[in-house]
């Protein structure tokens, strides 16, 4: 059982180092700093790698889009990060971060998680500020998900869902309490 366990391991890190960068994925020298810049690297030579999952921070996106929620909502607050892989190298030291998507992470204050039709106002608000960062304008190519935790004394819950399902629930004609239902579902 434990050789089949190591098998298994050895052949997901195997088949790992075989993706190779597909379209619109930069592709960075092993002299490339670990960290990532909200600015996207210029095209260089591939350069071998195991992938894993990863997130990175992103500073300044994320002061605008919490710039861009305050406006609607003074008390809400929000960041943002992009989700992808890290390229290992043999040593397993990160050569690169390719990011897949931008994700918003946001908090609200609130009075009452039973008020269904505030929470999705809220989410209006929320999906307003999102709308102000394109996916061709962030990092990753495809649409990210986002995040929001509705805080009340001594109660939080949390939604999660990804900015295609708020696209096509907005795109439906939903609104408040309607869109809240819909997205908790998700």
């Known amino acids: 059982m434990r050789n089949l366990f190591r098998s298994s391991v050895l052949l997901l890190f195997l088949l790992s180092a075989c993706n190779f ?3 619109g994925q930069t592709v960075v020298p092993e002299t490339a700093p670990a ?12 350069t071998e790698c195991g992938f894993a999952w990863a997130r990175e921070p992103l500073a300044e996106l994320s002061k605008e889009f919490d710039t861009a929620l305050k406006a609607a909502q003074p008390q809400a607050s929000g960041y943002a ?4 892989e890290n390229c290992l190298n043999s040593q397993g030291e990160v050569v690169r971060f390719l990011a897949m998507q931008t994700d918003f992470y946001v908090t609200l204050k609130v009075r009452d998680l039973e008020d269904k039709q505030i929470l999705g106002e809220l989410i209006e608000q ?3 500020a999102v709308s ?7 990092p990753g190519p495809q649409p990210g998900t986002v995040g929001i935790t509705f805080e009340a004394p001594g109660d939080e819950l949390r939604l999660w869902f990804t900015q295609l399902e708020a696209q096509a629930a907005i795109d439906k ?4 309490e309607e869109l809240f239902n819909s997205l908790q579902a998700e």
């Open 132 to 138: 102000e960062f394109p996916v061709n304008e962030t």
């Open 21 to 23: 960068p597909g379209p």
């Open 126 to 128: 929320v999906l307003a």
């Open 81 to 84: 990060e992009a989700y992808g």
């Open 173 to 176: 004609g939903l609104q408040g």
């Open 35 to 46: 960290r990532p810049t909200d600015t996207p690297a210029q095209d260089v030579p591939y």
